[in-house]
């Protein structure tokens, strides 16, 4: 059974950081590419962040130089470094792997950056 838990979410004023972790089970977590995505309240599910298999990262423009991924092979884990969040970083934001055909999410959990 494939497991992708999401923590490290919370409440903070503009200007703080968070850092989030997902770690998987299940999976040969070496393997697969890795992502973070966002959803805000009435808007669709944005890709924020992602990490290949190989550690090659990509980052949305509007998280450039303020947000970092990373991520811990041996501890079948990777990390959202945010920095300077904004208001517009409100979302519940979402663990993705996926490898070939196979994609798994993990639950969510809640950001939110009050001003």
């Known amino acids: 059974q494939v497991q992708l838990v999401e923590s490290g979410g919370g409440l903070v004023q503009v200007g703080g950081s968070l850092r989030l972790s997902c770690t998987a089970s299940g999976i040969i977590f070496s393997y697969y590419n890795m992502g973070w995505y966002r959803q805000a309240p009435g808007k669709q599910r944005e890709k924020v962040a992602s990490i290949t298999s190989r550690g090659r990262t990509n980052l949305a423009d509007t998280v450039k130089g303020r947000f970092t991924i990373s991520r811990d092979n041996a501890k079948n884990t990777v990390y959202l470094q945010m920095n300077s969040l904004k208001p517009e970083d409100t979302a519940v934001y979402y663990c993705?792997?996926?490898?070939?055909?196979?994609?798994?999410w993990g639950q969510g959990t809640q950001v939110t950056v009050s001003s």
């Open positions: 993705n792997a996926n490898c070939m055909r196979d994609a798994y």
